[in-house]
């Protein structure tokens, strides 16, 4: 039975570790920088995310004095590939006043390994600045050692009560098995039988 339950758990995380991937918005905008598409959908280490931003279209930020930009959002001058009006108030490309970026995921996933920097593209990882992450606020630093468990979609945005204009340089997901619930409502079954054969012995 235990040997049973052991192979059961380790097939199971086999599956999730096997599945993970680095969403890297660095080497993104490395290799393709400017405004994309809204509900543009990326294919990252197997699987899909569209990405949207409430305000004009995502932006991929790249390097600025050899310090790391990655995901933010402004109204473009043009179509996608374009860079921000800067002839608008409160436009600038990363994520700012009035902004979000959403990450739809298209299955419940685990998040983890997020990175961020500043306007200037300084490292905000171990900051006290907030953000709203699906309407909460976080500090940076909390938030960047934390793993978010069984989220669809992930909409960050300026905001809280000490907010600062940001860019998402990364976060690693990890899809949870479809197969998991039955693993679980499996295991308490054979848990059940056990109880019951000890009964009637």
């Known amino acids: 039975m235990k040997y049973l339950v052991a192979a059961v758990f380790a097939a199971a995380a086999t599956v999730s570790v096997s599945n993970a991937a680095v969403i890297d918005f660095v080497a993104e905008a490395a290799a393709s920088p400017g405004g994309i598409a809204n509900g543009y959908t990326k294919n990252f280490g197997g699987f899909n995310v569209t990405i949207t931003a409430s305000r004009g279209n995502p932006y991929l930020d790249g390097l600025y004095l050899k310090r790391p930009g990655g995901l933010g959002a402004c109204i473009l001058v043009g179509g996608p590939g374009s860079g921000c009006d800067n002839s608008l108030g409160n436009n600038t490309d990363n994520v700012g006043k009035f902004d979000s970026v959403t990450l ?20 905000l990882n171990a900051s006290n600045f907030t953000l709203l992450v699906n309407g909460v606020e976080w500090t940076f630093s909390n938030l960047v050692a934390a793993t978010l468990s069984g989220v669809t979609a992930l909409t960050l945005a300026w905001g809280g009560s000490n907010p600062s204009q940001f860019y998402l340089n990364e976060v690693a997901a990890v899809p949870i098995p479809a197969a998991a619930p039955l693993i679980l409502s499996g295991l308490a079954g054979l848990g059940f039988a056990a ?7």
């Open 195 to 201: 109880r019951r054969r000890r009964k009637a012995v």
């Open 104 to 123: 739809d995921f298209g299955r419940s996933v685990d998040l983890s390994g997020f990175s961020f920097t500043d306007a200037e593209h300084f490292d």
